[in-house]
């Protein structure tokens, strides 16, 4: 099993609303990434979780909030949002990080429209 | 900075011919790794092909394989034969700053045409 499962793959959200996006893998991997992903661009990394810590934030805005409740779950809370945060979200999981050669499976991601 | 060049935003190939992809990075470590992911219309990035920059061996996967130039810092992809679902983004990627971090560069657009 290489799956990365992403929900909702669709979301449209106000700019006053809470929402969540959730991942899940059952792959034993111990590092779960959170990417944002505009049209035609290449994906951006936001957040790396190791072993359920947090080990980066790319200076990402607190509208932002991350949470690994365990090794399996990653969600990606989501809070007073504006237009220019619409883009495809991408979770993704590895064994470890991506500098020892480990691969890293990625979801589907979950497109974001705030209006 | 590390950074990750891919100098073409589109290529189209014909149906069962050869097209090669081209990706420059910059470097000061001398063992690293080298990806070279996948985007279908589907969104999902799929790891295509891995080379370990200790390996002088380039690495092949069935119809794709790289050219690693060290010196130049160069990693291109070929892919042979292609196909219709060949048709895809795809993005070199290298891991850079801290361990977890993976940098793409900017997409190389595959059409494959009849």
């Known amino acids: 099993d290489t799956e990365v499962t992403q929900t909702p793959k669709h979301l449209v959200m106000g700019m006053t609303n809470k929402k969540s996006l959730k991942c899940e893998q059952h792959?034993?991997?111990?590092?779960m990434y959170w990417y944002k992903q505009k049209a035609k661009k290449p994906p951006e990394l936001m957040f790396v979780?190791?072993?359920?810590?947090?080990?980066i934030n790319e200076s990402v805005p607190s509208r932002f909030s991350p949470e690994c409740p365990n090794s399996s779950l990653l969600n990606l809370h989501l809070h007073a949002l504006q237009p220019e945060d619409s883009a495809l979200y991408l979770c993704?999981?590895?064994?470890?990080?991506?500098?020892?050669?480990?691969?890293?499976?990625f979801g589907e991601g979950s497109w974001l429209t705030v209006v | 900075a590390q950074t990750v060049t891919q100098s073409q935003p589109e290529m189209s190939v014909q149906e069962a011919e050869t097209v090669t992809l081209s990706c420059t990075y910059d470097?000061?470590?001398?063992?690293?790794?080298l990806f070279w992911y996948k985007q279908p219309p589907s969104r999902q990035m799929i790891l295509v092909i891995r080379?370990?920059?200790?390996?002088?061996q380039n690495a092949t996967e069935n119809r794709f394989s790289v050219n690693f130039q060290k010196a130049a810092k160069s990693f291109s992809l070929k892919i042979s034969d292609s196909q219709l679902g060949d048709a895809a983004m795809y993005f070199c990627?290298?891991?850079?700053?801290?361990?977890?971090?993976?940098?793409f560069g900017t997409g190389t657009r595959l059409q494959v045409t009849l």
């Open positions: 993704a999981s590895s064994r470890s990080g991506p500098s020892s050669g480990n691969t890293i499976y």
């Open positions: 792959m034993g991997h111990r590092a």
């Open positions: 979780y190791s072993y359920e810590k947090l080990s």
């Open positions: 470097t000061s470590e001398s063992d690293y790794y």
């Open positions: 080379q370990e920059a200790y390996k002088q």
């Open positions: 990627a290298y891991p850079t700053g801290t361990a977890s971090k993976l940098t």
